[in-house]
């Protein structure tokens, strides 16, 4: 099939990690992909290389096309088979016209947020029809990433390696003996000297990712933190780091999700909301993992994420490093166990095509 994936960058280039990953992963599985971004930029370092199969096309060309193509000297001749519609993003209109005009219609699909939240599962797979405006007569279909048989499921990346220590050494972050390996990937955040403080307490190998994590390499405490600053990596050897650590502090939706899959702690910084609903959001998060794992230590987890996140006080421990870990591990293996977000997207779409 031919997919046309939309794409705006808001902000801080997840909602490009996420549709990337999409479009790499659809035409690894033989499916023809153009991606359509209002900001190419961060594919210079996500993707140097690029995909086969996947075409990348300036946001801005969709609606001219589109226009032209009503005109009859358009240059994309005809609309995909899928059409995604990445985080509600909301499509060219004169691309939509042209959507509502092909025959057999395209699947268009609405890829929503990843969360944790109940509302996922009763608004996975609902159908909206179009009654009004240049889509009349479609339909869209919200798919919902989550953590549950009854959600979209996970995009996956790297699988876990045995040899982490080796793979750290050749990219030269080999730790010291004793040392636990940190992955630092933050928005920026008031909470950081409390967090680096604790993170002292045990030598560590502190690798900061860049943007304001970077400030970490100021640090003045003790030697038992040992920092480096990483370059921008491209997405791929990004996912072999998260596996590749003991801990992974990560921020927004893309790189959270892989942390999830990569086995090992993490701590979650969510983008924050003026309405506070970043507090919900993380709440039940903490509780499906927990539930999922018998996780006796969640209420120390809830604590600390939440005093990262802003919503609370720092707390006076962290949750206990075997017991966290083992529930790390199952959970891993229980996401591992369900449908991945790639192979249930495509079983939906062809379900209605």
């Known amino acids: 099939m031919l997919w046309d994936l939309f794409c ?104 929503e947020y990843l969360s944790a939240e109940d509302y996922v599962e009763r608004s996975h797979g609902l159908r909206s029809p179009q009654f009004s405006g240049p889509g009349a007569g479609l339909d869209k279909w919200f ?84 920092t480096i600053a990483l370059p921008w990596l491209p997405q791929v050897r990004f996912d072999e780091l998260l596996v590749s650590t003991d801990l992974n502090i990560v921020r927004g939706e893309d790189s959270f999700a892989q942390a999830n899959l990569a086995g090992s702690p993490c701590i979650w910084q969510l983008y924050p909301q003026h309405d506070g609903a970043h507090g919900p959001k993380l709440d039940a998060w903490v509780d499906r993992f927990s539930d999922a794992t018998g996780f006796d230590d969640g209420a120390a987890l809830r604590a600390l994420t939440r005093a990262w996140n802003g919503l609370g006080a720092w707390p006076a421990r962290w949750p206990r490093p075997d017991h966290w870990a083992l529930a790390c591990a199952e959970w891993r293996d229980d996401l591992l166990g369900q449908g991945d977000l790639l192979t249930q997207l495509i079983r939906f779409v062809d379900a209605r095509r």
């Open 8 to 111: 705006r960058v808001i902000d801080n280039y997840g909602d490009a990690g996420v549709c990337w990953r999409l479009a790499r992963g659809l035409a690894a599985r033989g499916e023809q992909v153009r991606l359509w971004l209002d900001d190419a930029s961060p594919l210079r370092w996500m993707a140097p290389e690029g995909a086969a199969g996947v075409q990348v096309h300036a946001w801005s060309d969709a609606e001219r096309d589109a226009i032209g193509h009503i005109g009859g000297i358009g240059r994309v001749s005809h609309v995909g088979d899928v059409v995604v519609e990445a985080f509600g993003c909301d499509l060219p209109p004169a691309f939509v016209t042209r959507m509502a005009q092909r025959v057999p219609r395209p699947v268009w699909i609405n890829l």
């Open 143 to 226: 798919f919902y990433p989550g953590f549950t048989q009854r959600t979209g499921g996970l995009l996956h990346g790297a699988a876990p390696r045995a040899d982490r220590r080796a793979w750290l050494a050749a990219q030269g972050w080999a730790p010291r003996d004793g040392e636990r390996v940190v992955l630092l990937f933050c928005y920026d955040n008031p909470a950081l000297p409390r967090l680096l403080q604790d993170l002292a307490t045990v030598p560590t190998l502190l690798l900061a990712a860049p943007g304001p994590a970077q400030q970490s390499l100021a640090w003045t405490g003790p030697p038992t933190l040992r």
